[in-house]
């Protein structure tokens, strides 16, 4: 039986892959953008980019936009790889099961 590949376990999680996906699409994302998208809870949704940060996979910028606080995601080049080596490794876990 062929080696399993490994699926990196920091993108695993439903929201974490959710959100790298939807930076993978943008330049930049707001906090509230990215919690509308997902419908996910203000303490879920800092959770989870937290860890994407702490793994390097997403940039955090804070900023105040007429004196009210606001908070841009972007992902990395490191994040864009690992999301990248994430779905190829899918690819190759699910193998003829799937026709993309």
Do not use: C
Request: charged content about 25%; cysteine-free.
């Amino acid at each position: 039986m062929p080696e399993l590949p490994d699926l990196n376990p920091v993108i695993h999680g439903k929201l974490r892959l959710a959100l790298l996906s939807l930076l993978a699409g943008v330049e930049e994302a707001e906090f509230t953008w990215l919690r509308g998208k997902t419908g996910a809870t203000d303490g879920n949704l800092g959770a989870q980019l937290g860890k994407l940060e702490e793994a390097g996979y997403v940039a955090v910028e804070k900023r105040f936009v007429l004196r009210k606080p606001q908070t841009l995601y972007r992902i990395t080049a490191e994040g864009r790889a690992a999301l990248t080596e994430y779905v190829e490794a899918l690819k190759t876990l699910l193998g003829a099961a799937i026709t993309v």
